[in-house]
């Protein structure tokens, strides 16, 4: 780094702690008012970020790096007449189509917004939000998110929901797994008699399956039996429950259960329970269902409540049209047939575990959630509830966690899987009260940019 450009970098740096710039705005702050020649601020731009959160979070930067050409470069297919923007990285400027060599527009832009580093994965900065209730903290946000504005959508959220005293969090201690057996009788005699027999053993097994999950803190909770008919013969789904702390668990549960098939097949031939065919019920049971019993990872609940005699002042728009937006979107999602209202929380859950490299990293693992607004006691609350969060901060046999995924969770200010629960949940609340309120407020999505 240049004189020059070390004394640019602080300048940055100190006005991003004064809060005399934001965060997203420090590219603009560098074309306008410096003697860089683009895109030499991008990089100083990120590297200013990555400074700023450093002196505030108290944690260093070394596993999440800034490479030397963050920036994406636009280019133009002539005989496609199709535009492409290219990490400037890429070598590869050509055409997927036609395989013709692509035109630089000499025009650049920051990779994603509020770009901090990551080579592939491209880190944002989504600002800071507080907690309270069942945990009580300040989380940095730090998402791996598209090219969008939704990095810029939280950090506002949360500046919005900490004025009004930060969000209120309720999170389940544990994060319960589920692994079933089915089993197929010929009479309702053998069933019954099928269901007693685990129930007489239930506690010697219990036992013995927590003793095998006791490596990563498992607890057999409960075992829970639902019968049905098929073609005139008997099943029995044997639905077997387990909850870790700082675990996904998922891995152990099934481990433990395949374990109980065994145990128990030896229970019915002792007793004379005769039956046709058992198997591990996936399907049941399974991943990515949801199903009220689906039971898989953490219920999380994160809201803000704000008085309906400050509504209007603080948010330029009447409470009951902004109550009414939030309804029409609810009930539209129900009348397409979804159990649950997915809309930031479909993008920000997904960038957060990919941010920490906690698993799962699927974008459709765990992003289910609830959003409401009412009234209650003068207050205007707007809550968003996550019924199955899927977390494990420690690396176990669900998956290994990457030196900047760590990295990650120590800048986030997240400890245990209960905080991960926490600071998702109220990233989510603050993505979704920004984009209700810009909706509502008819800002956004309303004209296009001429």
């Not at 329970?273 to 198997?279: A, L």
């Not at 199903?291 to 330029?316: C, L, M, Q, T, W």
């Not at 490299?357 to 992003?367: G, I, T």
Request: charged share 25%; net charge negative; glycine share 8%.
């Amino acid at each position: 780094m240049s004189g020059v450009e070390e004394r640019i970098f602080q300048e940055s740096v100190e006005k991003l702690i004064s809060g005399f710039i934001p965060p997203w705005k420090v590219e603009e702050e560098l074309t306008t008012s410096s003697e860089l020649d683009p895109p030499k601020q991008f990089r100083l731009a990120a590297l200013a970020r990555q400074r700023f959160l450093e002196v505030i979070t108290g944690e260093k930067f070394q596993s999440i790096c800034v490479p030397e050409k963050p920036y994406k470069i636009h280019y133009v297919c002539d005989k496609e007449n199709l535009g492409y923007e290219l990490d400037a990285k890429d070598s590869h400027q050509n055409c997927l189509f036609c395989g013709g060599d692509l035109r630089s527009l000499d025009k650049y832009s920051p990779l994603v917004a509020n770009y901090i580093g990551g080579s592939e994965a491209y880190y944002s900065y989504a600002g800071r939000i507080k907690v309270v209730g069942d945990v009580e903290k300040e989380f940095t946000n730090l998402l791996v998110y598209g090219t969008g504005l939704g990095p810029i959508g939280v950090t506002r959220g949360s500046f919005l929901i900490n004025k009004f005293g930060g969000a209120k969090v309720k999170v389940s201690e544990f994060g319960p797994a589920v692994r079933s057996l089915a089993f197929l009788f010929q009479s309702e005699d053998f069933r019954k008699k099928a269901i007693q027999v685990i129930e007489d053993f239930w506690l010697s097994l219990r036992k013995e399956m927590e003793e095998k999950m006791a490596e990563f803190h498992g607890r057999a909770v409960s075992v829970e039996f639902c019968p049905t008919e098929w073609n005139g013969r008997f099943i029995l789904y044997v639905e077997f429950v387990t909850d870790f702390g700082n675990f996904r668990g998922h891995g152990d549960t099934s481990r433990v259960v395949g374990f109980a098939k065994g145990k128990i097949e030896a229970f019915f031939k002792e007793h004379n329970v005769k039956f046709q065919m058992s198997m591990i019920a996936q399907g049941y049971d399974g991943d990515l269902k949801p199903s009220p019993r689906n039971k898989r990872g953490r219920y999380a609940r994160a809201e803000v409540h704000i008085p309906v005699d400050e509504f209007d002042k603080a948010f330029e728009i009447d409470v009951e049209k902004f109550m009414t937006s939030v309804e029409l979107d609810r009930i539209g999602a129900k009348k397409l047939g979804c159990q649950f209202y997915s809309g930031m929380g479909g993008e920000i859950i997904p960038a957060v575990y990919k941010a920490t490299k906690v698993n799962p990293q699927s974008s459709l693992v765990s992003s289910f959630q609830n959003i409401s607004a009412y009234v209650d006691k003068g207050d205007v609350i707007y809550s968003v509830e996550l019924p199955n969060i899927e977390v494990g901060v420690a690396s176990n046999r669900e998956g290994l966690i990457s030196p900047s995924g760590r990295e990650a969770l120590r800048i986030m200010n997240i400890h245990s899987a209960k905080d991960f629960a926490a600071s998702l949940a109220a990233q989510v609340l603050a993505g979704e009260f920004n984009l209700a309120l810009e909706i509502s407020r008819e800002k956004l999505y309303s004209k296009l940019d001429s």
